[in-house]
C-alpha cells in the first residue's frame, strides 16, 4: 500500500470539495468537472514539504547500534523526523 496520495486522485478529491462547497453556498452547479481546472492548479501551486530524516540530519549521530539526537539529546531511529531536522550538507565533491 502506498503512503503517498496519487496526483490524480488528489485533484478529483479537491474537485469534490470544491463541487461541494458551492452547492452548499447555494451555487447553481453542473458537476464536479466543472472544478477539475481549479483543483490541478491549486494542488500543483501547494508548497511540498520536505522531511528529513534523523539518519540525513546534521543532528543525526549513528554508531553501530543507535542513532542520537544531538538536538534533542535521546536516542531515535533512522527513519525518525521531527521539526527540527536539517539537512546534513553534502560534503563531498
Known amino acids: 500500500m502506498s503512503k ?3 496526483f490524480d486522485d488528489a ?4 474537485a469534490c470539495e470544491m463541487y461541494a462547497e ?7 452547479v453542473d458537476g464536479i468537472e466543472d ?3 481549479e483543483a490541478k492548479a491549486w494542488i500543483t501551486d501547494a508548497p511540498s514539504i520536505d522531511i528529513v530524516r534523523c539518519k ?4 543525526g549521530q549513528e ?9 534533542h539529546h535521546h536516542k531515535t531511529y533512522a527513519d525518525d523526523f521531527c521539526s527540527y531536522g536539517s539537512r546534513e550538507e553534502n560534503t563531498d565533491v
Not at 22 to 28: E, I, K, L, R, T
Not at 63 to 71: E, G, I, K, N, R
Request: neutral net charge; hydrophobic residues 40%.
Open 22 to 28: 458551492a452547492q452548499s453556498q447555494g451555487y447553481d
Open 56 to 59: 540525513e540530519c546534521k543532528y
Open 4 to 6: 503517498y496520495i496519487k
Open 35 to 37: 472544478f477539475m481546472p
Open 63 to 71: 554508531d553501530l547500534f543507535h542513532m542520537f539526537c544531538a538536538y
Open 11 to 14: 485533484v478529483k478529491i479537491m
